[in-house]
C-alpha cells in the first residue's frame, strides 16, 4: 500500500481510517474522494501534505479513472455509501445510486486501471437477523438482508465478489458490526443520545430496546482494515466485530451513566423514552471473527466501556462540531421527519 484512493473519507470511519494511515504509515500518499453528501463533512478531512481531498461522486467513472492513474493508486478502499438504515426506509433511491451503482462504477473503473488491491467495506447486516440462541454470524453465513439499505450493500458485495470471479480483480471484502467513537454522525444512536441526554432532550428507544448489536471502536476496525488490505488473501471475506453484544437499552444506559459521572447536575436515563419501532427491525447480529484472528492475528483492543467512555469524551470536547451538524436544515428536517411520528410505547 503506497498511494491510496480513499472513498468516504469524509464520513465517520472513512475519517477515521485516514487519520489512522496518516499516523501509523508514514510513507502511504492519500487521496481522499468524498461527494460530501448530508453525512460527509470537509472539517472531517485532515489536512496533510500526504492527503489530498478531492469532492466527487463516486458514481462519475471517469473522475475515478483520472485520480486512479494521476495519481498511480495501488490499492483503493471503499467506504462511500448512504449508510443510515432509518434513512433507507424513507427514502431508499439513494441507497441503489451509491451503494450498487457506485460501487459497480468503482469496479469499472479498478477494473479499467489495474489496481492492486480493491478493498470493499461493507456490514453485518447482510446476513439478517439472528434469534436469541443462533450462533454468530460466519463469512459463510447465506445473505438475508432485510433493509433497503442491507439490500443494497449486500448487492456491492455480490457485484464485488463477481468482479473477482469474472474478471480477475484483485479484491477482497470485510463486513463489520456497528462501528462507534469520533466523527460519527449524530443520526446514529450512541452519538445521538449522547447530544440528547446533554440537552436533556428525549432519549428515543426504538420498541423494547431489546434488540442486541455487536460493537466495534472505530479504531479497531481501522486496524482491521489494514490488516486485511496488507495481509488477507485475494478473493477473500473477512468478518470483522467488536465481540461484545449488549442490548440498546443496556448501550444507552451505560452512555447516561457515563455523562452522570461527567455531568451530574441532570440524572440522564430519566430522560429515556420507549418510541414506535423501525419497520423491519433486526433483532439481534453478532459476528464470529475467528478467521480474522486465526488467519491475520487481528483481534479488538478496545473493551466497549473503555471505547464508550472515550466517544463520550470526543463528543463533550467537541460539542461545536456536533452543533454546527444540528444547526443544518437537512438534520432538523430529518430529526423532525424520523421521530415526529413515533408515539411512546410504554413497557
Ligand atoms: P457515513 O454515512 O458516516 O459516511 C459515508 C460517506 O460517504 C460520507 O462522507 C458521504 O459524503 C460519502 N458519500 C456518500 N455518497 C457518496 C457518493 N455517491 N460519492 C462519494 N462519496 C459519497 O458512513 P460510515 O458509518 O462511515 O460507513 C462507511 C462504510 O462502512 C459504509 O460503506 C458502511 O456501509 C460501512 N459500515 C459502517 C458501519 C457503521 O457502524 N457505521 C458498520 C459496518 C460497515
Ligand atoms: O451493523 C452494522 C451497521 O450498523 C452499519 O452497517 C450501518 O451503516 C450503521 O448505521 C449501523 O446500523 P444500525 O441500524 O444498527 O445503527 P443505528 O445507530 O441506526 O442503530 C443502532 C440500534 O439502535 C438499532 O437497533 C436501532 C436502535 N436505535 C437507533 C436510533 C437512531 C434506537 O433505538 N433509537 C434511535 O433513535
Wanted: net charge neutral; hydrophobic share 35%; glycine share 8%.
Amino acid at each position: 500500500m503506497q498511494n491510496v484512493l480513499v472513498t468516504g473519507g469524509a464520513g465517520f470511519i472513512g475519517a477515521n481510517f485516514v487519520r489512522w494511515l496518516l499516523r501509523e504509515r508514514p510513507s502511504v500518499k492519500i487521496v481522499t474522494l468524498d461527494a460530501l453528501t448530508y453525512a460527509g463533512r470537509r472539517e472531517n478531512v485532515p489536512e496533510h501534505n500526504r492527503n489530498i481531498f478531492v469532492h466527487g461522486d463516486i458514481r462519475d467513472r471517469a473522475l475515478v479513472e483520472k485520480l486512479l492513474r494521476e495519481h498511480a493508486v495501488d490499492t483503493l478502499v471503499h467506504f462511500a455509501a448512504e449508510s443510515h438504515v432509518d434513512r433507507s426506509i424513507l427514502g431508499p433511491e439513494a441507497f441503489v445510486q451509491t451503494n450498487i451503482v457506485g460501487t459497480f462504477q468503482l469496479l469499472e473503473a479498478a477494473r479499467a486501471t489495474g489496481v492492486k488491491r480493491f478493498h470493499h467495506v461493507s456490514t453485518d447486516e447482510v446476513f439478517g437477523s439472528l434469534g436469541p440462541n443462533d450462533p454468530a454470524f460466519t463469512e459463510t453465513t447465506p445473505y438475508d438482508p432485510r433493509s433497503p439499505y442491507s439490500a443494497s450493500k449486500a448487492a456491492s458485495d455480490h457485484l464485488v465478489r463477481a468482479y473477482v470471479h469474472t474478471f480477475g480483480l484483485p479484491a477482497t471484502i470485510s463486513n463489520c458490526t456497528n462501528n462507534y467513537g469520533p466523527f460519527q454522525f449524530p443520526e446514529k444512536l450512541i452519538p445521538l443520545m449522547i447530544a440528547n441526554a446533554r440537552a436533556g432532550k428525549p432519549l428515543p428507544v426504538y420498541g423494547d430496546g431489546k434488540q442486541v448489536r455487536d460493537w466495534l471502536y472505530v479504531e479497531d476496525h481501522c486496524e482491521a482494515l489494514v490488516a486485511v488490505v496488507e495481509k488477507g488473501r485475494v478473493g477473500e471475506t473477512y468478518n470483522i466485530g467488536g465481540g461484545v453484544q449488549p442490548t440498546n437499552l443496556e448501550v444507552v444506559q451505560r452512555l447516561c451513566a457515563i455523562l452522570d459521572e461527567l455531568e451530574p447536575e441532570r440524572r440522564h436515563a430519566e430522560l429515556i423514552k420507549f418510541v414506535t419501532d423501525r419497520p423491519g427491525h433486526d433483532r439481534r447480529y453478532a459476528m464470529n471473527i475467528e478467521k480474522i484472528e486465526r488467519e491475520l492475528g487481528w483481534r479488538p483492543r478496545f473493551g466497549l466501556e473503555q471505547g464508550l467512555r472515550l466517544t463520550v469524551r470526543w463528543y463533550l470536547d467537541n460539542a461545536a462540531w456536533v452543533k454546527s451538524i444540528q444547526e443544518t436544515g437537512d438534520f432538523q428536517k430529518w430529526m423532525n421527519r424520523n421521530y415526529e411520528k413515533r408515539g411512546e410505547v410504554k413497557q
